[in-house]
């Protein structure tokens, strides 16, 4: 995963760079600002039956890299469409819980642990590349970088990774069992392709986001109708 990461930010910043020169197309033209966005959210699922909400614990956290293409409304300079390419991830976090996505059976396993043993610390984690794309506003679009701004897109994913990983097994008492990690990946309970609305309004180079899932994170039939929410913190520039 953290190959794909990093071959997919050292590809696109070439792409990134290029994009600083200033072009005219049509009714467009292209800028300088906000080629980059680099967001940290927190993440919340929306939908989760009482069973598993009750085991979701500790600070669910996200993380998504664009690199953005802009291209400006050559009749109200204001106004512009971006879009581009990047990866977002999401990490959820239980306790008590273990979710058993190499599992065998039609429905995915969600199990309580209360009572048994189980790791310290627990997430599931998944990963998509994406596509996302913009309306932007920027109030003073001469200087972008102390500037109110907004935007509203959608975007859309295909499914790199899921996996989940467990550190530090513990006994139904809380003392330590064995001091490992366990990593499980699988796909096949969770959709291939991820659509979601996207929003954000900030000032300068500085923005909160929010991003809430259109489809759900699962199949059909093989878990609650469950979806995404990320609202945090975005970093733009270049």
Not at 53 to 68: E, I
Not at 89 to 114: A, C, G
């Amino acid at each position: 995963m953290k190959k794909i990461l990093f071959f997919t930010i050292a590809s696109l910043c070439i792409t990134a760079a290029s994009a600083q020169k200033k072009k005219t197309s049509g009714d467009f033209m292209s800028r300088t600002g906000d080629h980059f966005m680099l967001q940290l959210t927190s993440d919340h699922w929306t939908g989760v039956p009482d069973s598993i909400s009750d085991h979701m614990k500790g600070f669910s956290r996200g993380g998504n890299v664009y690199f953005m293409l802009d291209q400006r409304f050559k009749g109200n300079s204001k106004l512009s469409v971006a879009f581009g390419i990047g990866v977002g991830t999401s990490n959820i976090y239980f306790k008590n819980m273990n979710v058993d996505i190499k599992s065998q059976t039609n429905r995915l396993p969600f199990n309580n642990l209360d009572t048994m043993n189980h790791f310290k610390k627990y997430k599931l984690t998944t990963a998509f590349l994406e596509i996302p794309v913009e309306l932007r506003f920027t109030a003073n679009p001469e200087k972008e970088n102390k500037s109110v701004k907004v935007a509203l897109g959608v975007k859309v994913g295909t499914l790199l990774n899921v996996h989940t990983k467990g550190k530090t097994l513990l006994n139904k008492n809380g003392n330590t069992v064995n001091n490992y990690t366990a990593k499980e990946t699988s796909k096949s309970f969770f959709n291939a392709t991820r659509l979601a609305a996207t929003a954000r309004i900030g000032y300068g180079n500085f923005s909160l986001v929010g991003v809430y899932q259109i489809n759900n994170i699962f199949k059909d039939g093989v878990a609650a109708d469950v979806k995404l929410f990320q609202i945090g913190l975005c970093v733009s520039g270049l």
